[in-house]
């Protein structure tokens, strides 16, 4: 039962993922993958925040774990169209905003982690 409700969260996360990530780049455009990018920081501030509330304080039903954190969280982040955007940007001769995607990300998305995390002790 569990491997179904993780599909479940997968599902919801996938759908998710298509929905902030076509609403963001046809609000925003241009070449840079912003949809990509909002989708990596808001998952990681989530993942973050489950983490603390599930793992750490025990505030949500440690049955919440796979559907929301492996499922939802693990389909809802684009860890690889990351990559492959990143590199994307490169092939298309715009090195320097493969590099702001690529630190960008990563950078924000550790921010998104702490803030997420800081959220979720201070709810506790």
Do not use: C, K, Q
């Not at 603390?52 to 949500?60: K, P």
């Not at 860890?79 to 715009?94: C, I, K, N, P, Q």
């Not at 960008?104 to 921010?111: D, F, I, N, Q, T």
């Amino acid at each position: 039962m569990d491997l179904i409700w993780i599909g479940v969260g997968g599902a919801g996360g996938a759908i998710a993922r298509y929905l902030v990530d076509t609403s963001v780049s046809s609000r925003v455009g241009g070449a840079f993958p912003f949809g990509t990018l909002v989708v990596n920081v808001s998952g990681s501030l989530i993942l973050g925040l489950l983490f603390a509330m599930v793992t750490e304080r025990a505030l949500l039903p440690s049955e919440l774990r796979g559907p929301a954190m492996i499922g939802f969280v693990g389909a809802y982040t684009t860890f690889s169209t990351l990559m492959l955007e990143t590199w994307r940007l490169v092939e298309d001769g715009a090195p320097a905003l493969a590099a702001a995607n690529a630190v960008g990300s990563v950078l924000l998305g550790l921010v998104a982690i702490v803030v997420g995390l800081t959220i979720g002790r201070y709810l506790a």
